[in-house]
């Protein structure tokens, strides 16, 4: 098995080898993968974050020794970067940005350079609602996983990532995690509102805030009213999502 270490602010994985597919999801600074297929033009790899595939173009990949792989792997408590933009110092003294939620704590073995690695912290369940509050009005775009451009499955599993948690890459994957609730009155802040289709596919997801609030990505990250019919857009004035389930992930 061969790995590798994203090396780059965000890599686009995606749907097949045609370059022109559907983005679905990023590779972060940091995030290791496991190389599950090499062809000419891309690589097929497997996040070991979420065990999320898809297609890399080579020239993006940076490969990894299984040593070097092993020891990222027998950390104890990885470190995300908390700030919403840093920066790293390449080998070729560039400055190379790096968004939050990105892995910091692996930059010596790409032989890059950061002022400060900040501690591994112990964040409380409320500590979510201001790493979400961080992300607010950031685009939407689907596979995104930064700042600069996210789904609403991956602002939840950046926001839960950066206080330690982990969470599957879908929102169908992260739907099958966690408790269900009976009734949003049961709900705490950070807890998570699951919306579905007309078919009944679960196809959106938020964490909800005080006083029936949500926040969500949906056209940008904002904040909506919710309750149990689902979430109500105030500027539309009407209801946009249909809520499907309740689930407490901490």
């Known amino acids: 098995m061969q790995y590798g270490l994203g090396h780059l602010s965000a890599i686009p994985v995606r749907e097949s080898t045609d370059p022109s597919s559907k983005m679905i999801s990023q590779v972060l600074y940091g995030d290791v993968y496991k190389i599950k297929e090499e062809r000419k033009y891309y690589s097929k790899i497997q996040l070991v974050f979420d065990g999320f595939e898809g297609w890399v173009d080579n020239r993006q990949v940076t490969k990894i020794s299984t040593k070097q792989f092993n020891d990222i792997e027998s950390t104890q408590r990885p470190i995300y970067n908390p700030d919403f933009l840093c920066y790293v110092t390449t080998q070729k003294r560039e400055l190379?940005?790096?968004?939050?939620?990105?892995?910091?704590?692996?930059?010596?073995?790409?032989?890059?350079?950061?002022?400060?690695v900040p501690q591994p912290e112990v964040y409380s369940k409320s500590h979510l609602v201001d790493s979400a509050l961080?992300?607010?009005?950031?685009?939407?775009?689907?596979?995104?996983?930064?700042?600069?451009?996210?789904?609403?499955?991956?602002?939840?599993?950046?926001?839960?990532?950066?206080?330690?948690?982990?969470?599957?890459?879908?929102?169908?994957?992260?739907?099958?995690?966690?408790?269900?609730?009976?009734?949003?009155?049961?709900?705490?802040?950070?807890?998570?509102?699951?919306?579905?289709?007309?078919?009944?596919?679960?196809?959106?997801?938020?964490?909800?805030?005080?006083?029936?609030y949500i926040i969500h990505a949906s056209g940008h990250v904002r904040i909506d009213r919710l309750d149990h019919t689902g979430v109500f857009n105030n500027d539309k004035r009407s209801y946009t999502h249909s809520l499907r389930v309740i689930k407490k992930m901490i």
């Open 96 to 116: 190379l940005p790096i968004v939050i939620g990105s892995r910091i704590d692996v930059c010596p073995l790409l032989d890059h350079q950061i002022e400060e």
């Open 134 to 212: 961080l992300y607010l009005n950031s685009p939407f775009l689907d596979g995104g996983r930064t700042p600069l451009g996210i789904d609403s499955s991956g602002f939840i599993q950046m926001v839960y990532r950066i206080n330690g948690i982990v969470l599957k890459r879908t929102t169908q994957e992260q739907s099958t995690q966690g408790e269900p609730l009976s009734f949003i009155e049961e709900s705490e802040p950070g807890d998570l509102a699951f919306f579905d289709d007309k078919e009944g596919n679960i196809n959106h997801v938020g964490i909800i805030l005080q006083d029936n």
